[in-house]
């Protein structure tokens, strides 16, 4: 298993903007991910078995190892992102945040991101409304898990899990 990596570029699994991308890094035969341990340091890279036509490619994305910060990514469109550690993908998004107002939800990740509890009160409650039209049940079980402390958040110590998103599978 590798102990440093090459930043090759980003998977949006969404497809749709803006949106966090998850990094993938390489030589681009091998592709992984970072696993990122409860001090919040990379500890380990993950086998990602996947395309590699999917990734948007960077060019100078820079090399990471096992002890690392980890890196984040965030694209407001195809061609406008901000990659990078926590603190500079952070700054960023709090420069941009007003510009979220009207995609409720991704407002929500990015205020949780960027640790604004204040503003993320309104943000959730302004999704709770959105999804409470499709589904008033589900969208107050929604509300009530982000409000709850007792509920945990992602977690850099969790077990890896797989996402099928429109019939890609992603495991994390």
Same mark, same amino acid.
Request: proline content about 5%; some cysteine; overall charge negative.
């Given at each position: 298993? @590798? ?9 949006? @699994? ?11 890094? !390489? ?35 820079? /090399? ?13 469109? /195809? ?9 500079? *993908? ?18 929500? /990740? *990015? ?24 589904? @008033? ?12 402390? /007792?509920? @945990? ?13 429109? !019939? ?5």
């Amino acid at each position: 298993m @590798p102990t440093k990596l090459k930043l090759l570029g980003f998977i949006n @699994p969404s497809r749709r903007y803006p949106a966090f991308l998850i990094p993938v890094f !390489g030589d681009g035969e091998e592709l992984w991910l970072q696993d990122i341990d409860q001090s919040g340091r990379i500890s380990c890279f993950r086998r990602l078995e996947k395309d590699a036509s999917l990734i948007t490619r960077v060019e100078q994305g820079g /090399e990471v190892g096992v002890g690392d910060s980890p890196m984040f990514a965030f694209a407001f469109n /195809e061609r406008d992102f901000v990659f990078g550690d926590e603190a500079r *993908v952070r700054r960023r998004l709090d420069g941009a945040v007003d510009r979220f107002q009207e995609a409720p939800f991704t407002r929500s /990740e *990015v205020l949780e991101f960027i640790v604004n509890s204040e503003e993320l009160r309104d943000a959730n409650e302004k999704a709770r409304q959105v999804l409470a039209a499709l589904n @008033p049940t589900i969208a107050d079980r929604w509300y009530k898990s982000e409000q709850s402390a /007792e509920l @945990p958040r992602i977690s850099h110590d969790r077990a890896p899990t797989t996402m099928v998103l429109e !019939g890609d599978v992603y495991e994390t």
